[in-house]
């Protein structure tokens, strides 16, 4: 028996769903087109009016909106009704710049947590859970977004925040949290702090884990499962369109569903612009059909990832995404080769290390120096410095059949790496271009 917070809707006939879709992008078209100057000006200047858009096909005819845009109409130039009906802000953690307000009614607030109620009850969660909650709470969206996800579902609420690894711990074996929400970063630090602290797996009641915010592989999947004995469900979500629970996976664990009632998806070439099939890969475009203080259109991610559609055995009809690659803006370019965080990530897993690194790139004379830092096993801590080199050797090659070129491979003592309590930083790009 499958279980749904919204079972009409997650299970919607997807020709039903498509009209569902057709009708609120005319109104929300109309909506931004007589409310927010901006948008006017875009499409008069391609030369498309609200009439012109019928549906879901006619979507392409629409401008784009980048962060650029939203950027320049700080603090409030995109507001589509007036502030006094705002109940709400929040604001994107600047991973990549200048920080982008996004404003909530009521209505935006209810739809926004019915999506993470969902992503929460697909978790197998329910009334019975007891949900800890340590994404930050603040201006970033991850807190309050699972927070008011969880009590729609009932759970009780563990409003944490993160930070103070210890008493999080203490919390989670005192109250007997089943449902653990953080960014798998920090999810892989409580992890390895609860086997440092000497508690397994199986003395903890966790069953299931809601991680998100940033790029993970399944790799790290693995090793967190294993460290805290739950399944880990992936979330994905933006500020621009909400926070978390734009989409998120089902018990498939193999992509996440995409809430296609509050947002339509496509996958653009990012060069070009031009819409792709589904199956390509390419950056994901978002547009907000149902939200009303700050409705983006065909917002560019800059996220780089593919959608699958198809019957899911969990039976939801939305359209899957897989995992985001990474940012177009994310992708390093390194002697000319393009390297994302992800690979790098992905073969220190295949090899036995943990999720902790920095990739550090700089140029010297003209050409990138390229170093990645990564952490020793406790057991290799002991190890003889020629075996340490052997292992980076070993490291060196791998890194060199997955992208291409190599870095110098560093390996340092256990525990020498920064930790993040919220998204990690990977990168330090030195280079002034
Ligand atoms: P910022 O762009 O400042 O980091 P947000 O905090 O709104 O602002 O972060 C949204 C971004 O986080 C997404 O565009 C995406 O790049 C990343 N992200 C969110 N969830 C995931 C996920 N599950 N997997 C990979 N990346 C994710
Ligand atoms: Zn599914």
Redesign the pocket.
Known sequence: MHTYHQPQIETMPPEELRKLQDERLKAQVKHVYESVPHYRQLMDEKGVKPEDIRGVDDLWKLPFTS?ADLRECYPDGMLAIPKSECVRIHS??????K??IAYYNQHDIDLWEDCCARAIVAAGGSAEDVCQVCYGYGL???GFGLHGGSQKVGCLTLPMSSGNTARQIQFMQDLGATILCCT?SYAAYIGETVKEMGIKPEDLKLKAGI??????SDEMRADIEKSLGLKAY???????LS??G??FECEQQDG?HINEDHFIAEIIDPETGAVLPDGTQGE?VFTAITRQAFPVIRYR???ICVLHRGKCSCGRTFVKMG??M??TD?MLIIRGVNVFPSQIEAVLIQQGYSSNYQIVVDRVRNTDTFDVYVEMNPEQFSDAVRKITLHERALVEAMRSMLGISPSVHLVAPKSIARSEG?AVRVVDKRKI
């Open positions: 962060k994107t953690s600047g991973t990549t710049g920080r982008v970033f969206t991850g798998p991680f998100g915010a940033e790029a993970w992936n979330i994905y979500g933006l500020t621009e926070g978390p734009v989409s996440m994901l991610t800059r996220d995992r985001p990474g940012r994310d998204k």
